[in-house]
């Protein structure tokens, strides 16, 4: 994205922070989106995920920065 575009993409992010709106579906990731993993799958469904995680994918073949993170590499 460009500069202009990561911009435009925060000012909506604030609006929706701004209105108290606590859980949303991005539909995108965000670098600057503080607690990812907490706000995209919740505090009790993340360590479920983890544990799916590395039955399924033990080598983390299928990674981004906010995807779910094997538990030893956290």
Same mark, same amino acid.
Request: aromatic content about 10%; proline content about 5%.
């Given at each position: 994205?460009?500069d202009?575009?990561?911009?435009a993409?925060?000012? *909506?992010?604030?609006?929706?922070?701004?209105?108290?709106?606590?859980k949303h579906?991005?539909?995108?990731p965000?670098t600057?989106?503080?607690?990812?993993?907490?706000?995209?799958?919740?505090?009790?469904?993340?360590?479920?995920?983890?544990?799916i995680?590395e *039955?399924?994918?033990?080598?983390? *073949?299928?990674?981004h920065?906010?995807s779910v993170?094997i538990?030893n590499?956290v």
């Amino acid at each position: 994205l460009t500069d202009e575009k990561v911009i435009a993409v925060n000012r *909506v992010q604030k609006k929706i922070n701004d209105g108290k709106i606590a859980k949303h579906y991005r539909n995108y990731p965000s670098t600057e989106f503080n607690d990812w993993s907490t706000s995209y799958y919740g505090d009790q469904n993340y360590p479920r995920l983890q544990e799916i995680k590395e *039955v399924l994918d033990p080598g983390n *073949v299928f990674q981004h920065p906010q995807s779910v993170q094997i538990r030893n590499e956290v």
